[in-house]
């Protein structure tokens, strides 16, 4: 197996603090890993260090290959990036900046410049300075920036920020479409989990600077673990009928007034039914099966990391 990006033990310490701690982490040539964690978890940070923005305070990246130094000027050609929110010569024009990157870039297609706006759906803004951009529309030039010399590994940091909901799925697709007709390999971040859901073939969960887990999201959809999430405005007492009425020992209490119940062969009908005697009002029932949100939110709570999960699912009982 060929391994684009590894890291062993890779370590920042900022002002006595470490803001990434012992990350050893993997991502396979040709896929899409999904880069997920609360903000302020450090993956802006391990991004930073990948193209060599940030030098690490220990550990090893390995970039194709090869270990990646101050001077490897080669390797960072072969890559394309988005860090934090893209920056360019405001009085310029899309095509300017995205000549003048392509310079420096010692990539010298011009056909490619208008190319790359098509693929990014910014077509017609030739004689508009980037000043005058929408949010939005400096995160598409930002993503035309980084596909436009045909790089083999992109390093998108939070890529669809600005984007509204056809944006967003105008960029996923076009994501597909640069790892599966082009054989791109992608690392993205992103706090929108059902994006990521959609497109990643794996995922690396990051939280206060430790890699928690990494995981193929085939893994994760292959097993269909179904639950109840049931609503009440009496959680305590809900949670004793559970437990020493119909002796229940696998169920956790969500916020919001909800519980979720994983207990396996338990019916519906003889739950409310049993609730309600016992005097618990019962808001809402929903059979549901385990999603990426469920199990990312499990390893930052600190939950059973043998659950295993699915894609969203959500039917009413």
Known sequence: MTYIIQTHGLTKVYQGKEVVANVSMSVKKGEIYGFLGPNGAGKTTIMKMLTNLVKPTSGEINIFGQKLRDTSYEILKRMGSIIEYPIFYENLTAKENL????????????????????????????????????????????????????????????PINGLDPIGIKEIRQLFKALNEEYGITLLISSHILAEIEQ???????????????????????????????????????????LESILQL??????????????????????????????????????????SLEDYFMSLLEGGNKHVSFSGAGNKEI
């Open 99 to 158: 000549d003048l990157h392509c310079e420096y870039m010692g990539f010298h297609d011009k056909k490619a410049l208008q190319a790359a706006l098509d693929m990014v759906n910014l077509p017609a803004v030739e004689d508009k300075k980037v000043k005058n951009f929408s949010l939005g529309m400096k995160q598409r030039l930002g993503i035309a920036r980084a596909i436009i010399t045909k790089p083999e590994l992109l390093i998108l940091d939070e």
């Open 199 to 241: 497109i990643a073939d794996t995922i690396g969960v990051i939280h206060s600077g430790r890699l928690l887990e990494q995981v193929a999201m085939s893994n994760i959809r292959e097993q269909n673990t179904e639950y109840i999430e049931l609503y009440t405005n009496n959680i305590q007492k809900a949670a004793y009928v």
């Open 249 to 290: 020992t696998n169920f956790r209490v969500a916020a919001g007034g909800c519980i979720k119940i994983y207990e396996s062969g338990v019916q519906p009908a003889t739950l409310s039914k049993t609730l309600i005697t016992h005097g618990v009002s019962i808001e809402a029932m929903n059979k549901k099966s385990h």
